[in-house]
């Protein structure tokens, strides 16, 4: 029979906690379905969200720059007067009217409404990178998890192979056919594999936090890859198409050169500061005019209803501000240099990301084939070492590092897919081109 150690017994009550309580009864989710619930519980793309409705008002409200406006008013005002006479006079009088008008010429007004349009428009850049960047962190933490249970399973079949490797070294040290220093090493491993587990259950532990985090549950249980695992290919393996891509769709770059739009509006703006306004103006309103002497009506041509109309142009045209509007330009000059700077950087932040994560997923296939080939590899070195040992020409220690080797790669190895994943979704983000859609594609890679 087999030596268990006492922490070994400890460990399986809590390892069977642990599935119960992660794996359970609850059903695998998607990428799609947990993106969906992600994209209404996120509070960094709802803030994000909620600026672009509010860039959107903006812009609306913009429009009522070049729209008639019109306002109604009315008063009314109870006076006495004493005069030495004695003869008292009461007066009141209601008044109102209704107040229009109407911009015919401001040079600012279009470039202002332009502007607020930009703004929307960039509002609408800033949304579809928080969409973005949402789809990466939660296809991180989404793969991260599953990269940890790879990680929890290698480190538990990792340490249950030792555990009968140091069983049978025990068992040969007490027929004499071993020395005690293979049942040490094998005991040293063992341990160590002991506290890999450990190690391994928490991460997966805090994984599966980060993942809850996302969508606002507890307990989320990602589906796995399916098997055998294909991996899809890229649509290009021309990296400055990538690239080239980027620089039209970036909302990055996008976003900068809106920037300079808007810094060039500001400059239209601050221009019209020195050119003339008109407006044009007009009222109609009604006045009731009522006089009592010592409470008899008072005679006079002013009492009763009188009706007035007005309309009229307004011309504004300054002529000293002070300082102000030439400043004003000399700013929004310097602001226009700077726009231009600040879109040179997007694009060069934007190419030089591309191109990292281009050669990111390139070298990342090429170690999944690696791991593939080592993987196959150190299964056959492991049965060749186990032989080697039963017929007494390899040592406990060549089948413990052996068996190590093995499971150190498995786990690489699967680590190594998930990141091809995760990092061809930030080689879409990097060049502008990761859409909610290309979760499908994602998808179709999980089990059923």
């Not at 359970?24 to 209404?40: F, K, P």
């Amino acid at each position: 029979m087999p030596f268990v150690p006492a922490r070994r017994l400890i460990l399986q009550p809590l390892a069977l906690a642990a599935c119960l309580l992660f794996g359970g009864a609850a059903q695998a989710q998607s990428l799609q379905e947990l993106y969906d619930a992600a994209r209404a519980y996120d509070a960094t793309y709802l803030a994000t969200k909620a600026s672009a409705d509010a860039a959107a008002a903006r812009a609306a409200q913009a429009e009522a720059l070049i729209k008639p406006s019109f306002g109604l008013s009315a008063s009314g005002t109870q006076a006495r007067n004493d005069p030495p006479s004695g003869q008292a006079i009461n007066s009141r009088t209601l008044t109102a009217g209704l107040q229009g008008k109407y911009s015919v010429y401001n040079a600012a007004n279009l470039p202002t409404i332009d502007r607020a349009r930009r703004g929307f428009e960039v509002a609408q850049a800033d949304l579809e990178s928080a969409e973005q960047d949402l789809i990466v962190r939660l296809a991180a933490a989404y793969f991260d998890v599953l990269a940890a249970k790879d990680a929890l399973t290698t480190s538990q079949a990792n340490k249950a192979a030792i555990s009968e490797q140091l069983a049978s070294a025990k068992r040969n040290f007490e027929v004499g056919t071993a020395t005690i220093t293979d049942t040490r090493e094998a005991q040293a491993r063992y341990d160590l594999a002991v506290a890999q587990e450990l190690a391994a259950d928490n991460d997966l532990r805090v994984k599966r936090v980060t993942l809850d985090q996302f969508v606002g549950r507890v307990g989320v249980e990602p589906k796995s890859l399916a098997t055998p695992v294909a991996l899809p290919a890229l649509p290009s393996n021309n990296v400055e198409t990538w690239v080239a891509t980027g620089d039209e769709q970036h909302p990055a770059v996008r976003r900068a050169r809106l920037g300079l739009e808007v810094a060039q509006l500001d400059t239209q703006i601050a221009r019209a500061g020195n050119q003339p306004t008109v407006d044009l103006n007009g009222t109609l309103g009604a006045q009731n005019l009522h006089n009592n002497l010592n409470g008899i009506a008072a005679q006079s041509s002013g009492v009763g209803t009188g009706k007035t109309a007005s309309v009229g142009l307004t011309l504004s045209y300054p002529l000293y501000t002070g300082g102000l509007t030439q400043n004003r330009i000399r700013e929004t000059l310097v602001l226009e240099e700077k726009a231009r700077n600040d879109l040179d950087f997007a694009r060069r932040s934007v190419a030089e990301a591309t191109r990292r994560a281009f050669f990111g997923v390139q070298s990342l296939k090429a170690q999944v084939s690696a791991y593939e080939a080592a993987e196959s590899s150190t299964k056959l070195a492991l049965e060749a070492t186990q032989l080697g040992y039963k017929v007494g020409v390899r040592v406990n220690l060549d089948v413990l590092n052996a068996q190590t080797q093995l499971y150190t790669t498995q786990r690489d190895l699967a680590k190594a897919r998930y990141d091809v994943v995760v990092n061809s979704l930030r080689l879409r983000q990097a060049s502008g081109q990761l859409r909610p859609e290309d979760l499908s594609a994602v998808n179709s890679l999980l089990a059923r």
